[in-house]
């Protein structure tokens, strides 16, 4: 977080891909590519396999040495911009004034955090419900843009996605004047009224209090 406290404004790119998110070695170098050639500043939250890690595990752990995954130098040549880190406190991420995109996997948490705090994102859904999800986000609501919208594997392989299309989405993620961005700010405030004395969220749990005290034997 420290890290965070001096970058400026809305700049930062976060990467975190949930708790079963990881990637293969091949595609690791490309996200690294690409986030080095946008040119933004990111922060990543890299996680090996747990086939990667053990033949028991089966959540992502973090790496023992993170420099065997990406390109050569590519530490040395981002250090200024950029910064890898394992496990993410990502509400915490996602609060702070410098987060100004966040790349993810569409798990809901991931997508209610994200609308809480105002943050835009881009779609990379990986397994079960988050494809749904990405196609709600991009396509109904605007809130994210498009990366890719499965995850179709061809031959027992996931398909690789190249670091050019990558870096063309984080350029439009972290654009200050995009829809994408604006409609995020609405969908912010509409989030926040839920909550507030009146608001759908709020009414609706207290109903529910009120029901299960008047249903008390």
């Given amino acids: 977080m420290q890290w965070l406290d001096e970058q400026p404004p ?3 790119v976060f990467l ?3 708790s079963a998110g990881s990637f293969s070695t091949d595609q690791v170098k490309e996200i690294a590519y690409a986030l080095e050639q946008s040119g933004h500043r990111f922060l990543w939250s890299l996680r090996r396999s747990g086939k990667q890690a053990s033949d028991m595990a089966r959540s992502p752990t973090d790496y023992e040495n993170v420099v065997e995954m990406l390109p050569e130098g590519f530490l040395d040549r ?3 911009t950029g910064k890898i880190i394992g496990w993410a406190p990502q509400v915490a991420i996602l609060g702070h004034p410098a987060t100004g995109g966040f790349v993810s996997h569409c798990g809901w948490n991931s997508i ?3 609308i809480w705090f105002g943050v835009p994102m881009m779609a990379w859904p990986l397994y079960s419900e988050q494809q749904l999800n990405a196609l709600t986000l991009v396509k109904e609501l605007g809130l994210a843009v498009e990366l890719k919208m499965d995850y179709k594997i061809d031959d027992g392989e996931v398909e690789i996605i190249k670091a050019k ?3 063309e989405g984080i350029r439009l993620l972290m654009r200050y004047d995009s829809d994408v961005r604006e409609r995020m700010k609405k969908m912010n405030d509409k989030s926040r009224k839920t909550l507030m004395d009146g608001g759908s969220s709020h009414t ?3 109903r529910f209090i009120n029901d299960i ?3 008390m034997p």
């Fill in 165 to 167: 299309k990558i870096e």
């Fill in 16 to 18: 975190c891909f949930g």
């Fill in 10 to 12: 809305s700049s930062v």
């Fill in 204 to 206: 609706i749990l207290c």
């Fill in 78 to 80: 981002t250090a200024e």
């Fill in 112 to 114: 209610l955090e994200s």
């Fill in 213 to 215: 005290i008047n249903n």
